[in-house]
């Protein structure tokens, strides 16, 4: 199934713009219950506004408040974003650090958010246990765990350190695009006969194959065929 996802979403990869591991750092803080889209309408501005850790550490609060309230939780969003500024100018001169057990010591990053960023910003192999990931290692059985950091475990002995971030990104492509929560279109979907949910949503094709969704759908819709 790993090597059915690397075919079947080769333009797999982290959908938040960033060209730095702060930008990335922030624009993950930002995508809690918002969509990567939604994120990247806002970062432009923010990251002209504040270009570095000390930018955050130093920023008016109900300003960046205005700037991120379309990602929602922008009270909260806006306190882990200066006091992750502020933790970055006192302990790390003002740099993103580049380790899993560094990271998480920072405000407003979890072990998740870690991850993300070692793994887009670094280069340092990670699983990140988003909501689709979650859904969609527990609809395929590959773990019963039900923890987020139980689940990365369990997923990271099945696969290399090396398949570690891309595969990320193809599970959470394919839970975007084919396998949905609510109503997978398991009918067009490519790992049908390795799925042990297949049937969880409609089999029949024309049915299933109107379920696709993203800028690749119809080309997700031939390799159904």
């Not at 740099?95 to 991850?115: D, F, Q, S, Y």
């Not at 280069?123 to 019963?144: M, Q, S």
Request: aromatic share 6%; hydrophobic share 40%; net charge neutral.
């Amino acid at each position: 199934m790993g090597r059915a996802l690397a075919n079947i979403h080769p333009d797999a990869h982290c959908e938040l713009d960033f060209t730095s591991p702060l930008e990335l750092a922030v624009a993950t803080i930002l995508s809690a219950q918002c969509t990567d889209e939604r994120v990247n309408q806002v970062t432009p501005k923010l990251f002209a506004r504040y270009p570095d850790a000390a930018a955050y550490a130093a920023a008016d609060r109900m300003e960046m408040q205005e700037l991120i309230r379309p990602t929602g939780f922008f009270r909260n969003k806006t306190d882990s974003l200066m006091r992750l500024g502020q933790a970055l100018v006192e302990r790390h001169d003002g740099e993103v650090p580049g380790t899993l057990g560094e990271l998480v010591a920072l405000p407003g990053i979890g072990r998740k958010t870690a991850n993300v960023i070692l793994g887009n910003a670094f280069d340092v192999p990670g699983i990140t246990v988003d909501t689709h990931f979650k859904r969609l290692t527990r609809r395929w059985r590959w773990t019963e765990e039900t923890d987020e950091v139980k689940i990365e475990f369990a997923i990271a002995a099945l696969f290399p350190p090396s398949d570690w971030t891309m595969l990320s990104h193809r599970v959470i492509f394919h839970g975007r695009r084919v396998c949905h929560a609510l109503k997978p279109a398991c009918g067009a979907c490519t790992l049908r006969r390795d799925c042990p949910s297949y049937g969880t949503g409609p089999t029949e094709l024309e049915v299933a194959l109107k379920l696709l969704k993203g800028p690749r759908a119809a080309e997700l819709a031939e390799l159904a065929l």
